[in-house]
C-alpha cells in the first residue's frame, strides 16, 4: 500500500491507495486502507517525528 503524507499550514494531509475489502482480523468489518500497524514518516511535530496509524473500513 502506498501512504502519503504531508503537512500543509495546520493540516495533516494523509493519501493512500484504496484496496479491495477485505475481512478485519475480528471479521466484522472490510478493511479498505491501513498502514498495519503504525508507521513512521519523515514528517517532524515540534522537532519530534510524526507515527501514523492509519485503518479505513465499512461495515460487512
Known amino acids: ?3 502519503e503524507a504531508k503537512i500543509e499550514g495546520n493540516k495533516l494531509i494523509i493519501t493512500c ?3 479491495e475489502p477485505v475481512p478485519s482480523s475480528s471479521g466484522k468489518t472490510l ?3 491501513s498502514t498495519r500497524g503504525n508507521m513512521r514518516t519523515a514528517l ?3 522537532g ?3 507515527t501514523i496509524g492509519l485503518n479505513a473500513y ?3
Do not use: G, Q, R
Request: net charge negative; hydrophobic share 50%.
Open 58 to 60: 465499512i461495515p460487512k
Open 48 to 50: 519530534k517525528p510524526l
Open 17 to 19: 491507495d484504496l484496496e
Open 44 to 46: 517532524t511535530v515540534d
Open 31 to 33: 478493511v479498505v486502507a
Open 1 to 3: 500500500m502506498s501512504i
